[in-house]
């Protein structure tokens, strides 16, 4: 099971992804890992055209998580696959795939 972690500020609470070495709120540099939990898929775009690093089509999507930070992610689904969701919806953790782009 794929879990991202995510960086809260000890002193604003502020959450970052992926990890700074400031708090980009209070620039302070102490930071707890957080676990990124309950992925929703607010929103997703199927790109056609991409970079000699990617298989098109690829579809990314916008997830959103408890803690209310919004992440874009690629997501290894099917286009057939994604068509039939209702937005917003829950999506299993293991269809996402974290690029650093």
């Known amino acids: 099971m794929n879990q991202f972690i995510a960086w809260k500020c000890t002193n604003c609470q502020y959450i970052l992804f992926p990890k700074s070495c400031r708090c ?3 620039k302070k540099s ?4 957080i676990k990124l939990l309950n992925p929703k898929l607010i929103t997703y775009t199927v790109v056609s055209v991409t970079s000699k ?3 098109p089509p690829i579809i990314l999507g ?10 874009i992610h690629k997501l290894n689904l099917q286009i057939d696959q994604i068509q ?4 917003p919806q829950f999506i299993d ?4 795939e974290y690029v650093n782009f």
Do not use: G, Q
């Open 24 to 26: 980009s709120n209070c």
């Open 30 to 33: 102490d930071f707890d890992k």
């Open 53 to 55: 690093h990617f298989k």
């Open 62 to 71: 916008l997830i959103e998580y408890d803690c209310k930070i919004k992440i």
């Open 84 to 87: 039939t969701f209702k937005l």
């Open 93 to 96: 953790a293991n269809a996402i």
